[in-house]
């Protein structure tokens, strides 16, 4: 559908930590991380918050990476990764879905997300936006001598 390659770049765990904390994200929640990388995101949702996770990455490399972060923290029983592209992947219902992602695929994941995401979901988005939508909130986080700014969605 769409040939996009968006640049490996991981979020800074304390970011993410503020990031499921702003979502609101509850016990026995689904966090789906588009374009999940090392797995970082789906070990922290599993151990501190007592949540499952499901990624979807596209590049085989990571999907090894982030398999054995989870087994090295032995949450794989709250973890699950779908190797593939998130545009043609059927995204799977989650309470929050976290993006670190580009602007310009952000605006190309919004009419999946529009049709495919359960309503009330929250989209938490680490530091681009999601243009034409409006966020609930906005975030300056401060950590590792930079800001992030994060962006909260409530999909309607």
């Keep these: 559908m ?3 390659t968006v640049p490996y770049v991981p979020t800074p765990i304390e970011v993410v930590r503020e990031m499921l904390k702003i979502a609101e994200l509850k016990r026995g929640e689904t ?16 151990k501190e918050f007592d949540a499952k996770a499901i990624g979807i990455e596209l590049r085989k490399d990571l999907v090894e990476k982030a398999l054995v972060n989870i087994r090295k923290n032995k949450v794989g029983d709250r973890t699950l990764i779908i190797n593939g592209s998130f545009f043609e992947v059927k995204l799977p219902p989650a309470d929050v879905i976290f993006l670190y992602l580009l602007t310009s695929v952000n605006e190309k994941l919004k009419p999946k997300i529009q049709a495919e995401a359960k309503r009330g979901a929250r989209i938490v988005s680490h530091d681009f936006e999601i243009v034409g939508w409006k ?12 800001s992030h700014k994060i962006y909260l969605y409530i999909k309607e």
């Design 135 to 146: 966020p609930q909130r906005i975030v300056d986080f401060h950590s590792g001598g930079r």
């Design 31 to 46: 966090v789906l991380d588009l374009g999940c990388g090392d797995g970082r995101v789906l070990v922290v949702t599993a």
């Design 2 to 4: 769409f040939n996009i």
